[in-house]
């Protein structure tokens, strides 16, 4: 079983929509979870941390963790072309070692 | 405040040779984790560097060693490159206080190409 798994194939949504992204994760006992975005051509650029279980609400930004079903999800309302990028789930394990997965595409539509 | 740098930016070398990677870590962080991200994939942890030592180590072979420097500095080598070691290799810093539960952030990479 991986680590990190993000499933979902490329997401097209619309300008103006919410884009929803999610995320599973192996070890139970993790306790620190991150969302990365990354355009083509760059590297991960930090866009959302969370520890507590529940909503983080950052801007057009809401991150979500459930740990009793090892879930963490990322919701972009509103979206914006600049949004069209690959968004990583990280989660962290033993001294800050972060363990990625593949990513998700997200496409804005004008 | 400056923030991760790495150089250089591409490389291409061929099959054999070994590569040096280095990374300068955001003012203020004296930790540095290296990661390999191959094409269409997330980014795999190759190893942390802390205090000048290997604090932890992820599943890459012995080709891929490192070191970090007293002002924090970091190389990554590789010896006897294969192909599939073409990827993006991303430096992350970080502030590694007891337990290591600072934010990376990550510098703009190294494409490396092995032809």
């Known amino acids: 079983q991986k680590e990190v798994e993000q499933n979902s194939g490329p997401l097209s949504v619309p300008e103006g929509a919410i884009a929803s992204l999610n995320c599973t994760y192996s070890d139970r006992g993790s306790q620190s979870f991150f969302w990365y975005r990354q355009y083509s051509g760059k590297s991960p650029e930090l866009i959302m941390f969370i520890y507590s279980n529940g909503d983080k609400e950052d801007g057009r930004f809401t991150a979500q963790l459930n740990k009793a079903s090892q879930y963490v999800s990322l919701l972009i309302r509103d979206s914006q072309p600049s949004d069209s990028a690959t968004y990583l789930c990280a989660v962290r394990y033993g001294n800050n070692r972060l363990a990625f997965g593949k990513g998700n595409q997200v496409v804005v539509i004008p | 405040d400056a923030g991760v740098t790495q150089s250089p930016t591409h490389l291409i070398k061929t099959r054999g040779q070994q590569v040096t990677l280095r990374c300068s870590p955001k003012?203020?962080?004296?930790?540095v984790s290296w990661y390999q991200q191959a094409l269409g994939q997330g980014p795999q942890f190759i190893f942390q560097y802390y205090e000048e030592e290997e604090r932890q180590r992820g599943n890459f072979p012995d080709r891929f060693s490192g070191h970090q420097f007293p002002n924090y500095s970091s190389e990554l080598n590789v010896n006897a490159l294969l192909l599939g070691d073409s990827a993006l290799y991303l430096c992350?810093?970080?502030?590694?206080?007891?337990?290591?539960?600072?934010?990376?952030?990550f510098g703009p990479g190294t494409r490396l190409l092995v032809l």
């Open positions: 992350a810093s970080s502030l590694g206080l007891a337990g290591g539960q600072e934010t990376q952030y």
């Open positions: 003012s203020g962080h004296d930790t």
